[in-house]
């Protein structure tokens, strides 16, 4: 089999945000044998900033001396992206191996009206993948919701819940309880807690839905009565160097992680190329995670029958500041040109829209121009309210069946009183225009989907500029 036909294979697959189960995704691992079982896996689940800390644990874990593998969604350009192994990924070859090795069986399930979907396919291409190429560890974005996701056929060793908030209510509920809830299912089994950035209500949602939680934030300010809100691990955002890197501090809490380097605390400062205040939070969770994965790989497992060699498990604030500030991270608030500025976006709901929001009022320009567009299943008003004024707005539709009509992301910025608001058609075009119309000193924003933040990159043959980090 070419890789043409395994890829028109598996985009041929059913893709759907309703929650299924594990049974299909489980049943197609049996067939090929349940590989990559004895692999330690990291759950990342949450409303928003999944793929980011998936990313950051990864740049971490291959810090402290393991091979990792990397399982996020969706892709910006190609379908390769999704799998990686120490960063490089999947070969076109081995997409097609696997396909055809799973031909037989997918065409019985479809026969049967069982069709496994698109996700469960590719989740299950990353395991077998992960497995071939021997990896000690690999870190699980999650798609949609917790212990239904495909995701979840396999036993974390760590997990976390970034946030949660209402997104997917078809699927996953209707309120943030339930989502939160649902959410929590990734937590691991045993005695490690579950990780998460999520706060106030939310937080204390989560912690009824887990036995037992690691919490991450900005410290609180206050007098005793406040000390259950603060944070196991603090994350502070301490603003730029330069135009494109953040700085951050850590402080981690004694005791929380059971490993000797964490037994007193710890605290350290690093850059992130990931700008945003909410990176800060993101990289802090990525940190806890990492500890317990290094805890775990410390330890002989009984479960496992096998001993670690705990020279390969290194970690202090030394590994953890060069992990971070070495993950790269595309179509997150990623700079792409100047003489305007064109910043690509992947937020997808309002807090998503919010967070950029923020991040961007650090940034100076002249005047802003928009370039939105979504999918059909989003908040649509909550997001473009969320977003800041703009000078001009022109909404497209990236090439994917689920992307809603330009003309309908046109009205809701007329009804939320943008003056200069055009109907676009592709992603390119509508890029194209607004960098034309844009004066030098202008900021071209590209967001609303990862979709869209996809096909600009194509389009632009986009290259992330330098980072300029500051004399």
Same mark, same amino acid.
């Given at each position: 089999m070419e890789y043409d036909e395994a890829e028109r294979v598996l985009f041929e697959l059913p893709r759907s945000d309703a929650r299924s189960g594990t049974a299909s995704a489980a049943a197609l691992w049996a067939e090929l044998g349940n590989p990559g079982s004895d692999i330690r896996f990291v759950q990342v689940a949450g409303s928003n900033g999944k793929g980011s800390t998936a990313k950051l644990t990864e740049s971490i874990l291959r810090e402290a001396g393991f091979s990792v593998g990397l399982f996020t969604s969706p892709h910006l350009e190609t379908l390769d992206e999704r799998i990686r192994v120490d960063g490089e990924p999947i070969p076109e070859d081995a997409v097609a191996e696997y396909v055809e090795r799973i031909q037989p069986w997918l065409a019985k399930q479809v026969a049967d009206g069982n069709s496994p979907t698109f996700f469960e396919v590719i989740t299950v291409m990353g395991l077998w993948y992960f497995a071939r190429r021997g990896v000690d560890v690999a870190?699980?974005?999650?798609?949609?919701?917790?212990?239904?996701?495909?995701?979840?056929?396999?036993?974390?060793?760590?997990?976390?819940?970034?946030?949660?908030?209402?997104?997917?209510?078809?699927?996953?509920?209707?309120?943030?309880?339930?989502?939160?809830?649902?959410?929590?299912?990734?937590?691991?089994?045993?005695?490690?807690?579950l990780v998460t950035g999520a706060t106030g209500t939310t937080r204390a949602l989560i912690r009824v839905a887990a036995d037992d939680v690691l919490t991450v934030g900005e410290p609180t300010i206050g007098g005793p009565e406040e000390s259950d809100e603060q944070p196991d691990i603090s994350a502070q955002y301490e603003g730029r160097t330069g135009s494109m890197v953040g700085n951050i501090s850590i402080e981690i809490s004694a005791g929380i992680i059971d490993h000797p380097a964490f037994a007193d605390g710890m605290s350290f400062a690093t850059r992130l190329t990931l700008l945003g205040a909410h990176q800060a939070r993101n990289a802090a969770i990525a940190t806890a995670l990492s500890g317990q994965v290094v805890t775990d790989a410390m330890v002989d497992s009984d479960d496992r029958g096998e001993a670690v060699d705990?020279?390969?498990?290194?970690?202090?604030?030394?590994?953890?500041?060069?992990?971070?500030?070495?993950?790269?991270?595309?179509?997150?608030?990623?700079? &792409?040109?100047?003489?305007? +500025?064109? #910043?690509?976006? *992947? @937020?997808?709901?309002?807090? $998503?829209?919010? =967070?950029?929001?923020?991040?961007?009022?650090? &940034?100076?320009?002249?005047? +802003?121009? #928009?370039?939105? *567009? @979504?999918?059909?299943?989003? $908040?649509?008003? =909550?997001?473009?309210?969320?977003?800041?004024?703009?000078?001009?707005?022109?909404?497209?539709?990236?090439?994917?069946?689920?992307?809603?009509?330009?003309?309908?992301?046109?009205?809701?910025?007329?009804?939320?009183?943008?003056?200069?608001?055009?109907?676009?058609?592709?992603?390119?075009?509508?890029?194209?225009?607004?960098?034309?119309?844009?004066?030098?000193?202008?900021?071209?924003?590209?967001?609303?989907?990862?979709?869209?933040?996809?096909?600009?990159?194509?389009?632009?043959?986009?290259?992330?500029?330098?980072p300029d980090t500051g004399g």
């Open positions: 870190v699980l974005e999650v798609g949609v919701g917790g212990a239904d996701d495909a995701t979840s056929i396999v036993d974390p060793v760590a997990s976390c819940v970034t946030t949660a908030s209402l997104e997917h209510t078809g699927a996953l509920g209707e309120t943030v309880a339930e989502i939160a809830a649902i959410q929590a299912g990734v937590a691991p089994s045993g005695e490690t807690p705990d020279s390969a498990a290194s970690i202090d604030a030394d590994v953890l500041s060069r992990g971070l500030r070495n993950a790269r991270w595309p179509g997150r608030f990623e700079v &792409i040109d100047r003489d305007p +500025l064109v #910043i690509l976006d *992947g @937020a997808h709901n309002p807090e $998503a829209i919010e =967070a950029l929001s923020q991040t961007l009022a650090t &940034i100076e320009y002249n005047a +802003l121009h #928009i370039v939105f *567009g @979504a999918m059909t299943n989003k $908040a649509h008003t =909550a997001m473009v309210d969320a977003l800041p004024a703009a000078t001009a707005v022109r909404t497209c539709q990236p090439p994917i069946d689920r992307a809603a009509a330009p003309a309908t992301l046109a009205r809701m910025f007329e009804n939320a009183g943008y003056e200069r608001v055009s109907v676009g058609d592709d992603v390119a075009a509508a890029v194209t225009t607004a960098r034309d119309q844009a004066a030098p000193s202008d900021c071209v924003l590209v967001t609303g989907s990862l979709f869209v933040v996809g096909a600009a990159r194509s389009m632009l043959a986009a290259r992330p500029v330098t």
